[in-house]
């Protein structure tokens, strides 16, 4: 049987506002992805947090 691991949330917003990033900080993360969102950083966020690859 696979082993559970961390729950990993992921928040996207086109928001910059400090008003808006401030909930969100408070939050248990490992990192703050910035726009663009692309495949590299999705692929980058996947197997940095879930062991996870892209398919090609």
Same mark, same amino acid.
């Given at each position: 049987? %696979? /082993? @559970?691991?961390?729950?990993? !949330?992921? @928040? =996207?917003?086109?928001? !910059?506002?400090?008003?808006? *990033?401030?909930?969100?900080? *408070? =939050?248990?993360? %490992?990192?703050? @992805?910035?726009?663009? =969102?692309?495949? /590299?950083?999705? %692929? !980058? =966020? *996947?197997? %940095?947090?879930?062991?996870?690859? *892209?398919?090609?």
């Amino acid at each position: 049987m %696979a /082993e @559970i691991g961390p729950t990993v !949330v992921v @928040i =996207l917003t086109t928001s !910059v506002h400090l008003r808006n *990033l401030t909930r969100p900080a *408070l =939050l248990p993360h %490992a990192v703050l @992805i910035h726009k663009p =969102l692309t495949r /590299e950083k999705v %692929a !980058v =966020l *996947l197997q %940095a947090h879930c062991q996870h690859q *892209l398919p090609v």
